[in-house]
């Protein structure tokens, strides 16, 4: 009687840095029930995520971009300086476009919303620990599209700052008096610039600012 002898599958060590310890508790137990992980270190700090990768040495560390008063990202540089073979996914509720060409630009492996759904988190993994860039497809198109809205911005910096004081509610002759031009200037300038972005009337223009992070949340209005 012969027996087959069975192979051990390979499992990927991942570790999870996340500062709530909820949200660190939840993605680990989504994270232990794939069959092809194993999650070898959780901590909640950037000196546990130092702590983690140097006593484990994770294939794939999951870290979040803000670990109570510290910022990740900015750390990521030294991070993969120090531990070059751990991969860095990081885990976010941010998903601005901004934040996520920032984690790449600093050197992440990959981007990931956590409002995502467990598939999604699995394909990053598998994606980052075999070598490749994840981001998700939806966070992926909005990347995209603000890469094409940044370069394709014909406004002079006069047009944008003009713009910016549309969309804030200034109105004409303030806009004059603060850049010491006439209101008909202004008015001219107004016309080119709805003119040269395709846009019909001021909403669609705080629109524009709010995309390019001209203005904040909440334009004031400026009688």
């Not at 870290?63 to 991969?87: H, M, T, W, Y």
């Not at 920032?102 to 995502?116: R, V």
Request: hydrophobic share 40%.
């Amino acid at each position: 009687m012969s027996s087959t002898a069975q192979v051990p599958v390979e499992k990927w060590r991942v570790a999870i840095v996340e500062d709530h310890a909820l949200v660190r508790e939840g993605v680990r137990r989504m994270v232990e029930s794939f069959a092809e992980c194993e999650v070898v270190g959780t901590g909640g700090s950037l000196s546990d995520a130092v702590a983690i990768a140097a006593s484990q040495c994770p294939d794939v560390l999951l870290l979040d971009n803000v670990l109570g008063s510290e910022q990740a990202i900015p750390q990521i540089p030294k991070l993969r300086e120090r531990f070059p073979s751990c991969r860095l996914l990081v885990l976010s509720a941010n998903d601005h476009p901004r934040q996520v060409r920032d984690a790449l630009t600093h050197g992440a492996d990959g981007y990931l919303f956590k409002d995502c759904a467990e598939h999604d988190l699995l394909d990053a993994i598998a994606t980052v620990a075999r070598g490749g860039c994840y981001v998700h497809p939806l966070l992926g198109a909005r990347l995209a599209v603000s890469d094409r809205s940044e370069t394709d911005d014909p406004l002079t910096e006069r047009e944008r700052e003009i713009a910016r004081l549309i969309a804030l509610g200034y109105m004409n002759h303030q806009i004059a008096n603060r850049m010491f031009v006439s209101s008909r200037t202004v008015e001219s300038h107004r016309a080119n610039i709805l003119a040269k972005l395709g846009l019909a009337n001021r909403a669609e223009l705080v629109r524009w600012a709010l995309d390019r992070e001209l203005i904040g949340p909440e334009p004031a209005s400026r009688a």
